[in-house]
């Protein structure tokens, strides 16, 4: 075999692959666009900074939406004091009957550690907040938060950890995330209820607050239609390694670790508040 149809094979494999696959670059504007606060984003390609003042804060968004996918991105917050800030990375398909897969920072006074709050949102019923507080602290230097979506389950990651498993457990009734979604980024005002559960409010004297997000930006996703629906044919193990079998549960270890965690640094589940849930939710039982 020549070279030059050998060269036409790969390419045409290559092409292949990128159909379902986004093989978009490192930086930002490959994948991603600003979608709000325009005047309030810092743009250096393999690092974005959206900033938040009194008079707006930013955000960003995929430029596909996708029907599955291992979505990671490494984010720095800002430091001292950011009560009432919120920072958030997550999933979100829109409208009404909305799903989405949330990660939120929520700031707090100077001293106090930020809280990192998690949630499932399926037909837009969610309340299925969890809280921790991380072992680090993430205004520091810049760490790794992903998002693992499947047909069969989601994980939350922080640095490769599992903080959180969200099953699918339709045949227990319980909503779960099958809608196209696209991926975001945001920093923005939630005095009203992030800190103290609204009680201390943002100290504006401390603004800008500052939301670093870090390449790169390039996603591990399975692109859907434009407001499409239907993702099944973004569950397919043979075409997308996280949608294989190795990643339908936690692996042993990564179990033990999970919830080792779990046991440590958990400070709110709703699972467990009687005040909301008398009776715990059927899914429960399987995180």
Request: one cysteine or more.
């Given at each position: ?13 290559f092409?292949?692959v990128?159909?379902?696959?986004l093989?978009?670059g ?10 709000w ?7 250096h390609e393999?690092d ?5 003042d ?14 599955s996918?291992?979505?990671n991105?490494r ?5 001292k ?6 920072t ?7 409208g009404?009957?909305?799903?989405e897969?949330d ?6 006074k100077?001293g ?5 709050q ?5 037909n837009g019923?969610?309340n299925?907040e969890?809280?921790i507080s ?5 205004a520091?230097?810049?760490h790794t938060?992903?998002i693992?979506?499947?047909?069969h389950?989601i994980?939350?990651?922080?640095d490769q950890?599992?903080i959180r ?5 339709k045949?227990m009734?319980?909503?779960?995330p099958t809608?196209?979604?696209?991926i975001?980024g945001?920093?923005?005002c ?8 609204g009680?201390t409010?943002?100290n504006?004297t ?6 670093h997000?870090e ?5 591990d996703g ?10 099944k044919s973004?569950y ?14 936690l692996s042993p270890?990564e179990?033990?670790v ?6 440590k640094?958990?400070?709110y ?8 849930n008398?009776v715990?939710?059927?899914e429960c039982?399987?995180?």
């Amino acid at each position: 075999m020549d070279s030059l149809k050998l060269i036409s094979i790969l390419m045409l494999g290559f092409l292949l692959v990128c159909e379902r696959v986004l093989c978009g670059g490192d930086d930002f504007d490959d994948n991603y666009k600003i979608t709000w606060g325009f005047d309030h984003v810092i743009n250096h390609e393999r690092d974005v900074h959206l900033q938040l003042d009194t008079s707006s804060g930013a955000g960003f968004a995929s430029k596909h939406n996708f029907g599955s996918g291992f979505f990671n991105m490494r984010i720095k917050l800002h430091n001292k004091d950011t009560a009432g800030v919120v920072t958030a990375f997550y999933l979100t398909s829109g409208g009404n009957q909305h799903d989405e897969v949330d990660f939120e920072f929520l700031g707090d006074k100077e001293g106090k550690p930020i809280k990192l709050q998690t949630n499932v949102i399926a037909n837009g019923r969610g309340n299925k907040e969890q809280r921790i507080s991380l072992w680090f602290d993430p205004a520091a230097e810049y760490h790794t938060y992903g998002i693992l979506w499947n047909h069969h389950q989601i994980v939350f990651y922080v640095d490769q950890i599992p903080i959180r498993v969200f099953k699918n457990n339709k045949k227990m009734k319980v909503g779960y995330p099958t809608q196209a979604m696209s991926i975001q980024g945001s920093i923005w005002c939630g005095d009203s209820w992030a800190t103290d559960g609204g009680k201390t409010k943002t100290n504006w004297t401390h603004a800008p607050f500052l939301a670093h997000f870090e390449g790169g930006f390039h996603i591990d996703g399975c692109p859907a239609d434009e407001g499409g629906t239907d993702v099944k044919s973004c569950y397919s193990g043979r075409k997308y390694w996280w949608s294989s079998p190795s990643y339908w549960n936690l692996s042993p270890e990564e179990w033990s670790v999970y919830q080792l965690h779990k046991r440590k640094f958990i400070t709110y589940d709703y699972c467990t508040d009687k005040s909301r849930n008398p009776v715990p939710p059927p899914e429960c039982s399987t995180q």
